[in-house]
Structures are given as C-alpha cells and as structure tokens.
C-alpha cells in the first residue's frame, strides 16, 4: 500500500510564499507520476501541477510561472513551490501518485489526506 503524508500548508498574505511537501512511503514502481491537486469550497477537484519519475513538468495555466514543482526520487518526495500567492489559490491541496506497486501491478491513484492553503490579509 502507499502512504503520502503532506506538510507546508498555513496561512499567507498575497504575494507571499509557501512549500508544501509530499512523502511517499511504500514499494512504489517507475515509471510514475506524482502532482499536486487542489479543491476550493464548492469547487472540482483540479490539477495544480505534476512532475513525472524522469522530471517532466506539467502546470495549470493559472499557477505557470508561479508554482514550481520538484522531486527526490530518492526520498519518494515531491515539493510544491509556490510564490505570489493569490487568494484564489487557496485550497485543500492533496499529494497525488499514480504508480504500480509490487502488490498491485497497475497504475493506481493514491491520495493524501490535504493541507490546507489559505491567502488572505
């Protein structure tokens, strides 16, 4: 089974900035693919970013050029850098991966449980 365990969530003034932090623990396969998603109150559930096991990058339009996001494939860790926050952008932001395991041979997705992001002055 994999565990995603998320940290760097809080309060910010616009324009300001967060990291949040993902760390997966499990028997987790390459190739996969582990991102960010966020959900606003009374709003779907959207991809914020996504960065594949061999470093492709994938952003919403309304976070390029200001979320950046990385990984360790060492440490199963995935970072969100965000800078000029906006109050649009807060959310509950949930770790995604979507991997094999060595118990379960297809893609799945697995989930954190959220942080919470909130903009406000």
């Known amino acids: 089974q994999v565990q995603l365990v998320e940290s760097g969530g809080g309060l910010v003034q616009p324009g300001g900035s967060l990291r949040l932090s993902c760390a997966a623990s499990g028997s987790i396969l390459s190739p996969n693919v582990m991102g960010w998603y966020r959900q606003a109150p009374g709003k779907q559930r959207e991809l914020v970013a996504s960065i594949t096991s061999g470093g492709s990058t994938n952003y919403a339009d309304s976070v390029k050029g200001r979320f950046t996001i990385s990984r360790d494939n060492a440490k199963n860790t995935v970072y969100l850098q965000m800078n000029s926050l906006k109050p649009d952008d807060t959310a509950v932001y949930y770790c995604?991966?979507?991997?094999?395991?060595?118990?379960?041979?297809?893609?799945?997705?697995?989930w954190g449980q959220g942080t919470q992001v909130t903009v406000s002055s």
């Open positions: 995604n991966c979507n991997a094999r395991t060595f118990l379960k041979l297809v893609h799945s997705d697995y």
